[in-house]
């Protein structure tokens, strides 16, 4: 969410919000401006990846959209999944930059907290100030905290790049797309059973990925074990930042504790570096997964930025 404060300076010319199971292409497209002019104002996403793809799909089970205008133009969107059968549903909201600090984000954070039923998780992306404080006005409390870890890519790059320690016996390929899609779901759910967010990924939000202008099957890798994939790393290039992504990386439970992992980063690592030309790596990572965060910090990744999750008590 982002909200560049919350103190009314000016009545809105009548303020509506309306609760929608879909939108039509008008409606998205007028709600993916505002998303991009709050990005361009806020230097962050107010919306995730998974919330921009599902503006495009259409409808979809468990999605609400709340399109907030002022007078008659739109200006803020906030979108509740309510998907997952044991965490409250998740929310993300934004208000665009020229109709801010009049109230409409609290207005939407408080029509997000009435469709929920009053249990919700709402995202703030880059951790804003602005953003916090809506937060404790709504009554939520930190609940998650997901870091962005960056690093230079200059030592994978040429002679002198570390080279992968596969574990015995597995074998790196490149994902074959419509071939391997079951089984990489099947992996990918067994790595990330405890991740809801991850591991539940369907084919329609495979497809959707694959439909991106960024989908590029050779930075998808796969490792293979007697016919068998048993971990994967999924890059993900960002032209216009000039930033690689360690898009999703994921061992299955069987294969854990053996190197893998890490031979798979490099993988990935190198073929952003060398491949792509990418100077700068980067990778989602929660701040309580400490493991996680010990091996990727070990590897020269630091934190830049933050994302906080708030929620409803109890």
């Known amino acids: 969410m982002t ?19 879909e939108l039509t292409p008008s409606q998205s497209h007028a709600v993916l401006g505002i998303i991009d002019a709050a990005a361009g104002t806020d230097g962050r996403q107010a919306v995730s990846e998974q919330g921009r793809l599902t503006l495009r799909r259409g409808h979809r089970d468990g999605v609400k959209h709340l399109l907030l205008y ?15 059968p044991v965490e409250p549903p998740a929310a993300e909201l934004v208000v665009h930059p020229a109709y801010r600090r009049r109230g409409h984000g609290r207005a939407l954070g408080r029509a997000l907290l009435t469709e929920s039923g009053q249990r919700m998780r709402l995202w703030a992306h880059g951790g804003h100030p602005a953003a ?6 709504l009554g939520l409390t930190l609940f998650r905290e997901l870091r ?9 790059a040429g002679e002198g790049a570390p080279e992968p320690r596969l574990p015995a016996g597995v074998t790196v390929r490149t994902f074959r797309p419509g071939e391997d899609d079951a089984e990489w779901l099947a992996v990918n759910a067994a790595a990330f059973a405890h991740h809801p ?19 590029d099957p050779r930075g998808f890798f796969l490792a293979e074990r007697a016919g068998k994939v048993v971990g994967f790393h999924w890059t993900k290039v960002h032209s216009a930042e000039q930033l690689g992504e360690v898009y999703v990386l994921g061992v299955h439970p069987d294969a854990q504790g053996g190197g893998l992992g890490k031979a798979l980063t490099t993988i990935g690592l190198r073929h952003l570096a060398y491949d ?15 493991p996680a965060v010990a ?20």
């Open 3 to 21: 909200e560049s404060g919350t103190t009314d300076t000016g009545k809105p010319r009548g303020r509506r919000i309306d609760v929608l199971d």
């Open 70 to 84: 002022d007078g008659t133009e739109p200006a803020g969107y906030a979108q509740l999944e309510e998907t997952d």
């Open 132 to 137: 916090r404080h809506l937060a404790q006005l």
């Open 148 to 156: 962005q870890l960056r690093m230079p890519l200059d030592g994978f």
């Open 197 to 215: 967010e991850q591991g539940s990924l369907t084919q329609a939000d495979l497809d959707d990925r694959k439909a991106e202008p960024w989908f």
């Open 276 to 290: 792509r030309s990418m100077p700068t790596a980067m990778l989602y990572v929660d701040a309580d997964n400490a």
């Open 295 to 314: 091996v990727y910090e070990g590897m020269g990744f630091r934190t830049h930025e933050t994302d906080l999750m708030y929620r409803t008590e109890g």
